[in-house]
């Protein structure tokens, strides 16, 4: 009898630590032990970007590095036993936004110690850095945890860059589980942010799918001569930089992607459909691209027992 129960309790035990190990995201996963943690996270952001519009752009980027696995990795600096994703190719001397997501942390530790996790931090500076700028509004799923290492050759694999084409693009996001039509409304990011001069220069003196006005338009501030003017920027959306609207879209209609990789969404291939429909209708953009987001969110996700909750988002826990 007494080896029975011993037994009952131990398959209780073993049950419930592997159902918390993999619970699922919820909304509400903070209403009880951080009830201010979502309007805390919100004030931070409407300041840094009032402060700098631009930084919506990088805070919204962030959350996508963090997230082909989001689990606060991003954050992380190099330590004695892993070299960190901040060097990878696609982040390094790019990414952007890390005081400001400490800062938040700070705030949010202020208000309820070791409880909000930087992985969902991230998250939600996302989605208000977004509204912030007049996109759609989505409900954000929470209950992330903070890994407690980190991989630059897993971001240097896993992250897109300027020069894909369409298929390998396309490769890219079915890895993580995100078909054509939520790769071309993620993309839709675009419509907010700036870019270096390294990664459009070959789209603007090499390809021929782009607007010869617009072209030249862009060489004046990005010499063709590489390691001059590098980091010079131009904005993703000529039209309008800091307005989060379609307009990404129909500059592709008319060849104004400033990337080699945008103009591939509409260059004769599969996604030129999806990116017609986003170009003619911003509602229809703005409830593709708020579905994506939480799709793109839930990207394995560390839950229940795994990772922990980071104190500082820099580091992990000693
Ligand atoms: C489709 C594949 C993608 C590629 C190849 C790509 C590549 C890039 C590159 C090269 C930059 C410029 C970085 C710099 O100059 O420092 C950039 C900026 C940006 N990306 Fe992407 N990206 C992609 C998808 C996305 C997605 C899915 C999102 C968000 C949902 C996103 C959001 C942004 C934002 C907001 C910026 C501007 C950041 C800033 O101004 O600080 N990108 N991206």
């Not at 036993?81 to 800062?103: H, M, Y």
Request: net charge negative; proline share 3%; hydrophobic share 40%.
């Amino acid at each position: 009898m007494a080896s029975t129960s011993c037994l009952s309790i131990l398959v209780l035990v073993v049950a419930l630590t592997a159902s918390s190990a993999s619970a699922q995201l919820s909304s509400t996963f903070y209403d009880t032990s951080c009830p201010n943690a979502l309007s805390t996270i919100k004030s931070a952001v409407t300041t840094a970007v009032n402060n700098e519009p631009r930084m919506g752009a990088s805070l919204l980027r962030l959350h996508f590095h963090d997230c082909f696995g989001c689990d606060g990795s991003v954050l992380l600096n190099d330590t004695a036993t892993f070299t960190g994703e901040q060097g990878a190719i696609p982040n390094k001397n790019s990414l952007r936004g890390f005081t400001v997501i400490d800062n938040i942390k700070t705030q949010v530790e202020a208000v309820c110690n070791q409880t909000v996790s930087c992985a969902d931090i991230l998250a939600v500076a996302a989605r208000d850095s977004v509204v912030a700028l007049g996109g759609p509004s989505w409900t954000v799923l929470l209950g992330r945890r903070d890994s407690t290492n980190a991989s630059k050759s897993n971001a240097n694999s896993d992250l897109p860059g300027p020069s894909f084409n369409l298929a390998n693009l396309t490769q890219l996001f079915a890895n993580k589980g995100l078909n054509v039509t939520e790769m071309v409304a993620l993309s839709g990011g675009h419509t907010i942010g700036q870019a270096q001069c390294r990664f459009f220069r070959d789209h603007i003196y090499n390809d021929t799918n782009i607007n010869s006005t617009f072209a030249s338009s862009l060489q004046g501030n990005c010499p063709q001569a590489s390691g001059s003017g590098d980091a010079n920027l131009a904005p993703l959306d000529a039209t309008s930089a800091t307005s989060f609207d379609n307009a990404y879209f129909t500059n592709l209609l008319s060849q104004k992607g400033l990337l080699h990789s945008d103009q591939e969404l509409f260059n004769g291939g599969a996604a030129d459909t999806t990116v017609q429909s986003f170009a003619s209708s911003s509602s229809a953009f703005s409830s593709a691209f708020a579905a994506a987001m939480v799709k793109m969110g839930n990207i394995s996700p560390k839950t229940g027992t795994q990772g922990e909750i980071r104190l500082t988002c820099s580091k992990v826990n000693s």
